[in-house]
């Protein structure tokens, strides 16, 4: 599959630009436990998806930055400033950033091809952005750090609108196949868990409910967040991220509805996650299940991200016989769903987004989320 699309994309890049090209494949991200949790300094459990945008790029003879998206057939040279598509905003945000801090960035040549479902809360979004930022480092000779590109791609994407955290560029630039990474964010280590699933398997659903964080709630969970930490620190303990608290504290804070429930949800959710690095370590993995549906229920009824259709297609795959658990990943209000079930018992799942689109009107799909390595050139 990857010879296939790498092939093809050399011949699109060929067509139109310089053939002198070095790839990448910029992986999407799944996250099995620690939603909304990264940015409360706390702990995140995502592994790099099988699933990647593949660029091109080769140095140009023109003026400026010209990019063509083969999956929308579509041409953009960046010296136009109409109508341009709305991933350009992130090419821009980034090399604003770059020659800002490190001088101008030379004509790039890029072409881009994708087999990530795009918008579908698997950070499509981030995997663009850190290839844009390791592609201008690569013909910048810059020579930066992971470190150094999740923090470019962080402050990208928040120049864009959403104040979101560093899991998704973290895991796309740090990933490790076959392990999923434990991050914690306020220590700021990974311990990479070997992903060894015996008779199970992650299935991923994407819902077709349209996922547009920087239009969601995103900005205001955070905001809330920050607001019971202040509340906190003037009442109880004081505290700078919410993941300094243990679950006994949750007895003796008193917060208005809702930041007592956006609290709740925060602080057990870590605890979560610890469990579920446990059982992995354990290969208990079926136990999983069960966290991934509670993680499920906080983040639609404490966190409050998800949305009717979505909640009710959990509810249908959670019901499956080979289903240990389901739940939605990535910031909410649509998006994808990971579901752990028995291995080679997918059909189950297939029926269940069947009668969701018949419902609905969707056009859902499911896909095997099989785990892949950090962006690599190819
Ligand atoms: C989005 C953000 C991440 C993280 C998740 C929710 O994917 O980009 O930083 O906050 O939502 O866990």
């Known amino acids: 599959m990857e010879m296939n699309i790498k092939d093809a994309l050399v011949n699109y890049h060929r067509q139109l630009f310089n053939p002198e090209s070095i790839i990448i494949a910029s992986p999407g991200r799944v996250n099995i436990i620690g939603e909304h949790t990264d940015y409360n300094n706390g702990l995140v459990l995502p592994y790099a998806l099988d699933k990647h945008i593949y660029m091109s790029a080769s140095l140009g003879d023109g ?13 953009v040279d960046f010296r136009d400033d109409q109508g341009m ?7 821009i945000q980034a090399i604003n950033y770059i020659e800002d801090n490190y001088g101008p960035c030379p004509p790039l040549e890029i072409t881009m091809l994708s087999d990530l479902p795009i918008g579908a809360g698997i950070s499509s979004s981030s995997a663009l952005t850190c290839g844009v930022i390791y592609l201008i480092d ?28 560093a899991m998704d560029q973290s895991t796309i630039l740090k990933a490790r196949k076959d392990h999923a990474a434990l991050m914690d964010f306020g220590l700021n280590t990974i311990e990479y868990i070997p992903l060894e699933m015996g008779g199970y398997d992650w299935w991923m659903v994407y819902t077709d409910v349209e996922h547009s964080l920087v239009d969601s709630e995103y900005n205001t969970r955070r905001k809330e967040c920050e607001t019971s930490v202040s509340l906190i620190s003037e009442q109880f303990k004081e505290i700078e991220h919410l993941s300094q608290l243990i679950p006994s504290d949750l007895a003796t804070i008193r917060l208005d509805d809702p930041l007592d429930r956006r609290t709740k949800f925060v602080v057990e959710e870590n605890q979560r996650v610890r469990a579920v690095v446990d059982m992995l370590k354990h290969k208990e993995i079926s136990s999983i299940g069960p966290l ?7 983040l639609s009824k404490e966190y409050e991200v998800s949305t009717n259709e979505v909640d009710w297609l959990i509810e249908q795959l959670q019901k499956c016989v080979a289903v240990c658990g389901a739940r939605m990943i990535g910031g909410g209000f649509g998006g994808s769903i990971l579901v752990l079930i028995e291995k080679d018992k997918e059909d189950e ?3 269940v987004v069947d009668s969701y689109n018949r419902i609905y009107g969707k056009e859902a799909f499911a896909f095997n ?3 892949g390595n950090a962006l690599i050139e190819v």
């Open 369 to 371: 989320a099989h785990s």
């Open 349 to 351: 799942i297939h029926q």
């Open 138 to 165: 690569h013909f910048m000779k810059l020579e930066l750090t992971p470190d150094e590109m999740i923090k470019i791609a962080t402050y990208t994407e928040h120049g864009i609108g959403l104040q979101g955290g």
């Open 292 to 298: 991934l549906n509670a993680s499920h229920l906080g």
């Open 85 to 91: 598509p709305s991933w350009s905003r992130y090419y």
């Open 63 to 75: 003026q400026s930055l010209k990019v063509y998206s083969a999956d929308q057939k579509r041409y």
